[in-house]
C-alpha cells in the first residue's frame, strides 16, 4: 500500500495520521520466508517538521511462524513494532546523507511512501536474535535427533578433550597385548 506524502512534506506544520492495511503474506530473514498469521492494522502519524521533511511514527503488532532454534518445533511470535522514522521529499535530500550514503529510504518512491517496504525494515530490525518454545528448551540430540525435551535418549554424550589426545596415545602405545 502507498501512501502519498506530498501534502505532508509541502505544508509547514502540517499533521496526518491514519490507519493503513499491510498486504504482506510472509516476510523474508536470512534467505528464509516465515509465514505472517496476523497483521492488525499500522498506525500511522505524519508530521511535518521542515521544508521538505517529516517525521513518520507509527506502530504495528504481527504474529509470525517460527520455529524453535533449539528443537525445531513450530512456534509463534508475536512481535510488537515501534518506531520513528524522519523522511524527506526526493528534491531535499539532506547533503550529509548524500556524501555518507547513509539516507535509507528504500521504502519512499518519490512522494509516495510503501507501508509494506517500511514494515518489512522494521521487522528485520527487531527480528528476535534466538527463538525458542519454551525458555528451559533442552533442543535435540546431536547424535539421534531425539526431542529432549520428551525424555533423555541413550547417546553417548561423552566428548574427550581434543588437548589430551597425545597423552592417550602414549598410554596406549606402552599398553602390552
Not at 28 to 48: A, R, W
Not at 96 to 109: C, L, N, T, W
Not at 144 to 156: F, Q
Not at 163 to 176: L, T
Amino acid at each position: 500500500m502507498f501512501i502519498n506524502l506530498t501534502e505532508v512534506l509541502t505544508s509547514e506544520d502540517k499533521v496526518l495520521s491514519i490507519q493503513a492495511e499491510a498486504d504482506m503474506t510472509e516476510v523474508s530473514v536470512g534467505g528464509e520466508d516465515f509465514k505472517i498469521l496476523e497483521k492488525p492494522p499500522v498506525c500511522l502519524t505524519f508530521t511535518n517538521i521542515g521544508k521538505g521533511k517529516a517525521l513518520v511514527e507509527g506502530q504495528a503488532g504481527i504474529r509470525v511462524a517460527m520455529n524453535c532454534d533449539r528443537c525445531l518445533k513450530p512456534v509463534e511470535e508475536e512481535m510488537m513494532l515501534r518506531f520513528s522514522r524522519e523522511v524527506h521529499a526526493p528534491d531535499a535530500v539532506p547533503e550529509q546523507a548524500e556524501e555518507d550514503g547513509s539516507d535509507d529510504q528504500s521504502f519512499m518512491d518519490g512522494y509516495q511512501m510503501n507501508v509494506e517496504d517500511l514494515l518489512n525494515n522494521e521487522i528485520i530490525i527487531n527480528w528476535p536474535s534466538k527463538v525458542l518454545c519454551r525458555p528451559d528448551c533442552k533442543g535435540i540430540c546431536i547424535q539421534c535427533g531425539k526431542d529432549l525435551n520428551t525424555g533423555a535418549c541413550e547417546c553417548d554424550t561423552f566428548v574427550p578433550d581434543p588437548r589430551m589426545a597425545v597423552i592417550k596415545d602414549i598410554f596406549h602405545a606402552n599398553k602390552e597385548v
